[in-house]
C-alpha cells in the first residue's frame, strides 16, 4: 500500500472486491483525523470472522465504541495497567529478566558454540511474566495456552472472503457449510480460561488474603464490590484478559524480537548501547529497574525499532458520519486505513528512513510514541490508543538490558550483520518470518 500510496497521493481510495477504503499515508491526514475529527472515526473495523472471534466486539480490542468501552477502559487505565500497578509488577519482570538469563547461561556454558532461537525465548520470557502479571503464577501448560493465543492472534488477521464479498449469497452458503472456525476457537479458549479462573479462585479462598497480587483478583474484586457500580460479567473477564495476554504477546514479543535482530545487524548500535548499560549497571550482579531510567541510547533503540517495526502497521477505522479529510468528503460508513507503517518510514520525516539510527530518537524535539506526534504512532492514536503502553515498555527495557548486559551475542559461523533475514510477516503486527538464531557468550555470570 505504500508504494500505491507513492503513486496515487497519501490519501488514496482503494477498491478490493466489493469494498471501498480510504488509505491514509501521511502524517497531515492522520492528524486531521485522530485530532482534529476523532469521533467520527472512533469505531473499529469488525468483519464477520472479527465478531465471530470476539463474541460480537466482547472484551476491548475490538469492542464498539460507546459506554461498555469506555468503562473497560477505565477499568484498564485505572486498575490493570495503572502507573501503579505496572511498578507492583516490577518484582516479577526483574525475577523472569533473571531467569531467561539463567536459561540462557546454563546453554551457553555446556556448550561455547550452541545458537539459540533467541525468538523464542523471548516470547516465552513475555508469555511467563504476563501470565504471573495476570494470574500471579506460570501456567502449569504454557506452550497449550501460547499456542491457543498465537491461533486467535492469526485467525484475527486472515482476510474473511465475507468481508471482501459482503452481499454474495454463495460465500455465505460456502460459509455455513465450512465455517465455524473462529467460534470453536473462542470456545476452547474460554473454556481454559475458565479452568484457570476456578483453580485461582479456589486457591485465593485457601491463601484466604485480601491483598491483590494479580489482575484476575483485581478484576473479581471490582465484579463482587456492589459499591463500584460497575457490572462486569465473567464474559467481560475473560475477554479482557485475553485481550491483555493477546496484545502482549503479539506486541512486546515483536518488538523484542526485531529489537535483537536490528542490533544484530547493526555492530555500531550494539557497541554503543552495551557501553550505556556497562555504565549504567556498574558491576552489579543483575539488572534492576531503578538503573534503568539513565539508559537513553537503550530508550532510543526501543523507539527506533518500533518505527521500523511498528506493533500495529494499520489502524482500521469506520467513518461513523458524514466527514472530510483534506478538503475530500468522506461517507458515513467508509472504511478509513492509517498505514501507520508508511508514515514511520516517510522520508518527508524522516532522514534515511530505511535505516536502523536510534539516534535520530536522541536530543531535544524528538518525537513522542504517545499519540502527540502523528508520525510516530507505534501504540495507536486518540481515545482507542494502546492502555499499556507503560507495561509494555517496562518489559522491554528490562529483558533488553539484561540480554546485553550479561552477554555478548554473535551470529551463526558464515553469516555476517548484512545477511540477517528481516522479512516481515504479514498480520496484526509485522513479525518476523524467519526466526533469529545467535550464540549467547556470558560476559557478566549471574
Known amino acids: 500500500m505504500?508504494?500505491?500510496?507513492?503513486?496515487?497521493?497519501?490519501?488514496?481510495?482503494?477498491?478490493?472486491?466489493?469494498?471501498?477504503?480510504?488509505?491514509?499515508?501521511?502524517?497531515?491526514?492522520?492528524?486531521?483525523?485522530?485530532?482534529?475529527?476523532?469521533?467520527?472515526?472512533?469505531?473499529?473495523?469488525?468483519?464477520p470472522g472479527i465478531d465471530e472471534l470476539s463474541r460480537h466486539g466482547q472484551g476491548i480490542v475490538f469492542a464498539p465504541y460507546g459506554d461498555h468501552w469506555r468503562l473497560l477502559r477505565r477499568i484498564l487505565m485505572m486498575e490493570l495497567l495503572s502507573a501503579r500497578r505496572v511498578k507492583a509488577f516490577r518484582r516479577i519482570r526483574e525475577e523472569e529478566a533473571a531467569r531467561l538469563v539463567s536459561s540462557l547461561q546454563v546453554q551457553a556454558t555446556s556448550d561455547g558454540r550452541l545458537v539459540v532461537n533467541i525468538d523464542e525465548r523471548l516470547e516465552e520470557f513475555v508469555t511467563d511474566s504476563v501470565v504471573r502479571a495476570i494470574f500471579g503464577d506460570r501456567l502449569p501448560d504454557r506452550a497449550v495456552f501460547l499456542r491457543m493465543v498465537r491461533q486467535g492472534v492469526d485467525l484475527s488477521s486472515i482476510f474473511d472472503l465475507r468481508d471482501l464479498f459482503p452481499s454474495s449469497w454463495l460465500v455465505r452458503l460456502v460459509r455455513r457449510g465450512g465455517g465455524g472456525k473462529a467460534e470453536r476457537h473462542r470456545q476452547e479458549v474460554f473454556n481454559v480460561m475458565d479452568s484457570i479462573l476456578k483453580s485461582h479462585e479456589e486457591m485465593r479462598a485457601a491463601r484466604d488474603g485480601d491483598d491483590e497480587q494479580d489482575m484476575v483478583q483485581v478484576l473479581l474484586r471490582i465484579q463482587k464490590d456492589a459499591n463500584t457500580g460497575v457490572s462486569l460479567t465473567d464474559g467481560d473477564i475473560r475477554a479482557l484478559l485475553i485481550d491483555v495476554f493477546g496484545a502482549a504477546l503479539d506486541t512486546t514479543a515483536t518488538t523484542l524480537q526485531w529489537a535483537m535482530a536490528e542490533l544484530?545487524?547493526?555492530?555500531?548500535v550494539m557497541r554503543c548501547v552495551q557501553s550505556e548499560v556497562d555504565c549504567?549497571?556498574?558491576?552489579?550482579?543483575?539488572?534492576?529497574?531503578?538503573?534503568?531510567?539513565?539508559?537513553?541510547?537503550?530508550?532510543?533503540?526501543?523507539?527506533?525499532?518500533?518505527?521500523?517495526?511498528?506493533?500495529?502497521?494499520?489502524?482500521?477505522?469506520?467513518?461513523?458520519?458524514?466527514?472530510?479529510?483534506?478538503?475530500?468528503?468522506?461517507?458515513?460508513?467508509?472504511?478509513?486505513?492509517?498505514?501507520?507503517?508508511?508514515?514511520?518510514?516517510?522520508?518527508?520525516?524522516?532522514?534515511?528512513?530505511?535505516?536502523?539510527?536510534?539516534?535520530?530518537?536522541?536530543?531535544?524535539?524528538?518525537?513522542?510514541?504517545?499519540?502527540?506526534?502523528?508520525e510516530f504512532t507505534p501504540f495507536g492514536v486518540g481515545r482507542r490508543i494502546c492502555p499499556g503502553i507503560d507495561f509494555a515498555y517496562a518489559e522491554l527495557e528490562i529483558a533488553l538490558a539484561s540480554l546485553l548486559y550479561h552477554f555478548n551475542w554473535e551470529l551463526p559461523p558464515g553469516v555476517e550483520p548484512g545477511e540477517v533475514d528481516m522479512t516481515e510477516e504479514f498480520g496484526v503486527t509485522a513479525r518476523r518470518k524467519v526466526n533469529l538464531f545467535v550464540r549467547p557468550i556470558i560476559r557478566v555470570p549471574l
Open 264 to 268: 544484530m545487524a547493526n555492530p555500531r
Open 280 to 374: 549504567a549497571l556498574a558491576g552489579q550482579a543483575t539488572v534492576q529497574e531503578a538503573a534503568l531510567k539513565s539508559m537513553q541510547y537503550l530508550r532510543a533503540v526501543i523507539k527506533e525499532t518500533l518505527r521500523l517495526h511498528p506493533p500495529a502497521t494499520i489502524f482500521p477505522r469506520v467513518c461513523l458520519g458524514d466527514s472530510k479529510i483534506l478538503g475530500y468528503d468522506v461517507p458515513r460508513g467508509m472504511i478509513v486505513l492509517t498505514n501507520t507503517w508508511a508514515i514511520s518510514r516517510d522520508p518527508k520525516y524522516w532522514d534515511e528512513p530505511d535505516k536502523f539510527m536510534p539516534e535520530r530518537f536522541q536530543g531535544e524535539g524528538v518525537a513522542d510514541l504517545r499519540g502527540m506526534d502523528f
Open 2 to 47: 505504500r508504494d500505491l500510496s507513492l503513486r496515487h497521493g497519501s490519501l488514496m481510495l482503494l477498491r478490493v472486491c466489493q469494498r471501498e477504503a480510504i488509505v491514509v499515508s501521511s502524517a497531515e491526514a492522520a492528524r486531521e483525523i485522530y485530532k482534529g475529527n476523532e469521533a467520527a472515526f472512533l469505531a473499529r473495523l469488525n468483519g
